[in-house]
């Protein structure tokens, strides 16, 4: 061991290059006897951008809380940088929050808003002065030091709170839902920024949000969370084009949900009838749900395409329509075309194999990773 | 039309404050200016500035700043306490209950429970200590004064203990900072507009004080609320009492002043 240390500052021990910095291991939260989370299970690599994502009072909140050192877990581990944290309190952790509501200090200006943790830490003043230059720089407040709090816009306020967290230079900054409170244009903004200044820093943001749109856009990994359980975890492509479930294919963006079996290897059956597909790993004749996207869907004339609905309903949503279809065996297909159609028109719908999306029913995200890895894997090699 | 109306509103509020706040201030100046046998002079004022008056200023002010900072340093914790409690509204209405019981009779129950022979005194026989005067000295006149003053600390910290948002507290804390420094530098500085109020609502009235210094300390400690007692019921010297009453109003303002944020700045 030691001789590696001597070769190399990257041998594998050291755990300054160590690639997870935060572990759960079987977390379990109870107030009360209630149940909050269980059994969460996950890894935070250093230097990438993790999303929580899921609807208001799934737990995402309680997890960071829980990262921060705000709560203790009721049952499992929770490690940092190797080392058991369960009862370490939040001033003695590595880990920085963004507060949802900021919770800058009214009594104090921006410059010793952002100082704070400094001189806390007992630096000298003149070691102080750049570094909060540098954090405010950083979120694009220059000159704002001897600014009041009260006389901050929204925007600038959340600079503050995060230029606050990051003078410290945690290994880990924690984001609960800092851009909720902030109007749709400058939202996205803020979303661009945060994105560039996390590959700035190099170190890990988790980032809460119930805005799927928001996860998608921002993330390296999004944790999608319902009911204080991790439904699905990866990165936001295959979690939007591979949902493990009903919850989660609803929750990311809008998708269609059909009920159907799957025949063998790669042919599954719905709406009446029969579809290639590139799924496999089911029993024979299971029943499934199938997803597919609107927006893989396109509209062809009567007669032709895979499937014929009759279009019940249309909107105008900008940059596309959005119609709903009536398939023979009753099931609702939304259709997202940049080409309109009549109310009662009777249609065709065509669709790739690979839009056809398969799910099993009560699949865990072990198995669905595996089964996932068995084919994607020899498709590709 | 509706000027008209909230002026026509103003006239009890008007009257009230004329009756009762400006005349009795204007005729406390007023007869600060007459000596005994009923001569205007400034002789008065001359006699403030003797020794006996300053010094019984001093103790005055002293005494005051005693009590309130006995009143402060149990106030602020227990204030703190009761926002972590789980039955606030009944810790907060036992608290506050005991104010609404007659100063007097307060007074003689202290008398009763500190004077020779007393529970206390007994007590401190049967420790071992021995026999020890407590009525009558500065120290049951300080203590009884913060015992009835607590009440009126407690409150208004509470009440911005309670408003602090408790965020900032995790932001602290998240920052590095100690419990202590928590306190310090975040949950102090944000409640002391409730200190202020605190302080105000305890030195003022503590700095004229009259009828515990003979009941509780004795005659033992001279205030200038006794001094004023004294001149207007004893020595029937009108002049002096006014003149001194002059000087603990202009305490006073002084005292909002420096608090701050008080109604002064209001008006
Ligand atoms: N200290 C607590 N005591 C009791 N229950 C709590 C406590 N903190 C959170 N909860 C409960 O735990 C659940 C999850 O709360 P949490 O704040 O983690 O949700 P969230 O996902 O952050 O929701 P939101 O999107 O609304 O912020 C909620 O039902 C909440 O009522
Ligand atoms: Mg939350």
Known sequence: ????????????????????????????????????????????????????????????????????????????????????????????????????????????????????????????????????????????????????????????????????????????????????????????????????????????????????????????????????????????????????????????????????????????????????????????????????????????????????????????????????????????????????????????????????????????????????ESYEGADHD | MTKKLTNTYLIPYVLWIGLFVIAPLAMVLYYSFFDIQGHFSFENYVRFFTPIYLRMTVSSIGYACLITFFTLLIAYPTAYLLTKMKNRRLWLMLIILPTWINVLLKAYAFIGLLSTYGPVDTLLALSGIGRKQILFTGFSFVFVSVYLFIPFMILPIYNSLEKLNNSFVEAAYDLGASAWATFRRVIFPLTLEGVKSGVQAVFIPALSLFMLTRLIAGNRVITLGTAIEEHFLVTQDWGMGATIAVFLILAMIVVMALMGKGWLKRW
Not at chain 1, 34 to 44: A, G, K, P, V, Y
Not at chain 1, 358 to 372: I, K, N, Q, S
């Open chain 1, 1 to 372: 061991m030691w001789q590696g240390r001597c070769h190399s500052r990257y041998s594998a021990g050291d755990p300054m290059t160590e690639k997870t910095i935060i572990q759960f291991d079987h977390v379990a939260k109870r107030f009360d006897g209630e149940t909050i989370l269980r059994d969460i299970n996950f890894e935070i690599e250093r230097g990438k951008f993790y999303t929580l994502l899921g609807p208001s009072g799934c737990g995402k909140t309680t997890i960071l809380r829980l990262i921060a050192g705000f709560l203790e877990p009721s049952e499992g581990t929770i490690t940092f940088d190797g080392q058991l944290v369960n009862k370490i309190p939040p001033n003695k952790r590595q880990v920085n929050t963004v507060f949802q509501d900021y919770a800058l200090f009214p009594h104090l200006n921006v410059f010793e808003n952002v100082a704070f943790g400094l001189r806390i830490n007992k630096l000298a003043n003149k070691e102080i002065e750049p570094r909060v230059k540098e954090a405010l720089h950083f979120v694009n407040l220059d000159g704002y030091q001897n600014r009041e709090i009260a006389d901050l816009s929204g925007g600038q306020k959340q600079r503050v709170a995060i230029a606050r967290a990051i003078v410290n230079r945690p290994q880990v900054l924690l984001l609960d839902e800092p851009l909720s409170a902030l109007d749709l244009k400058l939202r996205t903004a803020m979303q661009v920024e945060l994105r560039q200044l996390q590959r700035r820093l190099g170190i890990t943001f988790i980032f809460v949000t119930h805005d799927q749109e928001e996860a998608l856009a921002m993330s390296d990994e999004i944790f999608v969370l319902n009911q204080g359980k991790i439904e699905q975890s990866g990165s936001p492509r295959s979690i939007y084009d591979e949902p493990i479930n009903r919850f989660v294919a609803d929750f990311i963006g809008e998708s269609n949900i059909i009920p159907g079996t799957m025949l063998r290897d790669r042919v599954v059956s719905f709406a009446g009838k029969t579809f290639d597909c590139v799924d496999q790993g089911f029993d024979e004749m299971e029943s499934v749900e199938i997803v597919i996207r609107p927006e893989d869907l396109e509209l062809k004339p009567q007669g032709e395409g895979m499937l014929q609905v009759r279009v019940e309903s249309q909107l105008f949503r900008g940059v596309h329509y959005e119609m709903i279809g009536k398939d023979a065996d009753g099931n609702s297909w939304m259709i997202h075309s940049t080409k309109s159609a009549q109310i009662g028109e009777a249609i065709g719908l065509f669709f790739e194999p690979e839009a056809i999306h398969v799910m099993r029913h009560g699949e865990t995200e072990e198995d669905f990773d595996r089964r996932l």
